[in-house]
C-alpha cells in the first residue's frame, strides 16, 4: 500500500512540474504588458529615475525586505555558531 502511494504521490509531482515547465515564460521573456507598464509609470508612481531601482525598492519592497531580514538572520546564525565563548577553555 505504501508503495502503490509513493508512486501515485510521485506522479502527480511529475505531472504537476511538467505542467508548470509548460506554462512558464521564456526565459528573459516576460509578458510585455508587465514591462510597458512598470516603463510607462515609474517615474510617476515611485519618483525615481531609474526602473530597476523602482522594481526593487517600491514595487517589491516588503519581498526585499524579507531577504535581507532572512540573509541577516542566516549571517548571525553563522556567526553564533563560529564564536568562541570567553572563559571557556580546550583540552
Not at 2 to 27: D, G, K, M, T
Not at 78 to 85: E, G, K
Request: net charge positive.
Amino acid at each position: 500500500m505504501r508503495f502503490l502511494a509513493a508512486n501515485v504521490s510521485l506522479a502527480i509531482v511529475i505531472v504537476f512540474l511538467a505542467v508548470i515547465a509548460l506554462l512558464v515564460h521564456p526565459f528573459g521573456y516576460p509578458p510585455a504588458q508587465m514591462d510597458d507598464y512598470i516603463i510607462q509609470n515609474t517615474q510617476r508612481e515611485t519618483g525615481a529615475n531609474n526602473a530597476v531601482t523602482a522594481v526593487v525598492f517600491d514595487y517589491r519592497g516588503l519581498d526585499t525586505l524579507g531577504e535581507a531580514t532572512i540573509l541577516f538572520t542566516a549571517v548571525t546564525g553563522v556567526v553564533m555558531l563560529f564564536r568562541t565563548r570567553k572563559g571557556k577553555t580546550t583540552k
